[in-house]
């Protein structure tokens, strides 16, 4: 992805998500993975899908158990 597409991507994840503080950071060497952060912390990867001429983007995130609230308890 070019620098434009990055910062047209990061706008629109920000409006949608509603939070300043995402960032979409351009890898420093190519064929690395864009990274999406939120303040200093990862929360995924961003790749460019393009197919019959049309362009879209796809968030890959993970969230680990261990970062999960604990669980309700079962009623």
Same mark, same amino acid.
Request: avoid cysteine; hydrophobic fraction near 40%.
């Given at each position: @992805?070019?620098?434009?597409?990055?910062?047209?991507?990061? +706008?629109?994840?920000?409006?949608?998500?509603?939070?300043?503080?995402?960032? #979409?950071?351009?890898?420093?060497?190519?064929?690395?993975?864009? /990274?999406? @952060? #939120?303040? +200093?912390?990862?929360?995924? #990867?961003?790749?460019? +899908?393009? /197919?019959?001429? /049309? #362009?879209?983007?796809?968030?890959? @995130?993970?969230?680990?158990?261990? +970062?999960?609230?604990?669980?309700?308890?079962?009623?």
């Amino acid at each position: @992805m070019n620098r434009n597409e990055i910062a047209r991507v990061q +706008d629109y994840l920000r409006r949608t998500f509603g939070n300043d503080r995402l960032t #979409v950071v351009a890898p420093k060497r190519a064929n690395q993975p864009v /990274e999406v @952060m #939120v303040g +200093d912390e990862f929360i995924g #990867v961003l790749y460019r +899908d393009e /197919e019959d001429g /049309e #362009v879209s983007y796809q968030l890959q @995130m993970s969230i680990l158990d261990i +970062d999960l609230p604990p669980a309700a308890p079962a009623a």
